[in-house]
């Protein structure tokens, strides 16, 4: 059974960090483009990052630069997103997914097409 299931939320102080994992199940993440997303509750999807199968190039919106790194462990089918200086505005569900089951990047922003449950992440002093 294909399945991803993401980890690792929790609560957080403001300024703090978390590392989300994405882990793979039925399938080898290592040759698929996967990228991170959150939504907020009453709040519209907000695309992350994206990592390519193969090569592991790294893209990431406005939102994500400067704070947040994906990465990916093939070893352990697993790919991570580490958030660095969390504020409350970054509460959210927090989900990984394919990019049009495919290895690229390319179109990332509108390609996500399977996801797991989320992890939720919540940022509060």
């Known amino acids: 059974q294909v399945q991803l299931v993401e980890s690792g939320g929790g609560l957080v102080q403001p300024g703090g960090s978390l590392r989300l994992s994405c882990a793979a199940s039925?399938?080898?993440?290592?040759?698929?483009?996967i990228g991170w997303f959150r939504q907020a509750p009453g709040k519209q999807r907000e695309v992350l990052s994206c990592?390519?199968?193969?090569?592991?190039?790294?893209y990431y919106e406005d939102s994500a630069k400067g704070r947040f790194t994906i990465s990916r462990d093939n070893a352990k089918n697993t790919v991570y997103l580490q958030m660095h200086s969390l504020e409350p505005e970054d509460t959210a569900f927090y989900y990984c997914?394919?990019?049009?089951?495919?290895?690229?990047?390319?179109?990332?922003?509108?390609?996500?097409?399977?996801w797991g449950k989320g992890t939720l992440v919540t940022v509060s002093s």
């Open positions: 990592i390519s199968g193969g090569d592991d190039n790294t």
């Open positions: 039925g399938f080898t993440l290592g040759g698929y483009a």
């Open positions: 997914a394919t990019v049009n089951y495919g290895s690229s990047c390319e179109g990332y922003y509108y390609g996500m097409n399977y």
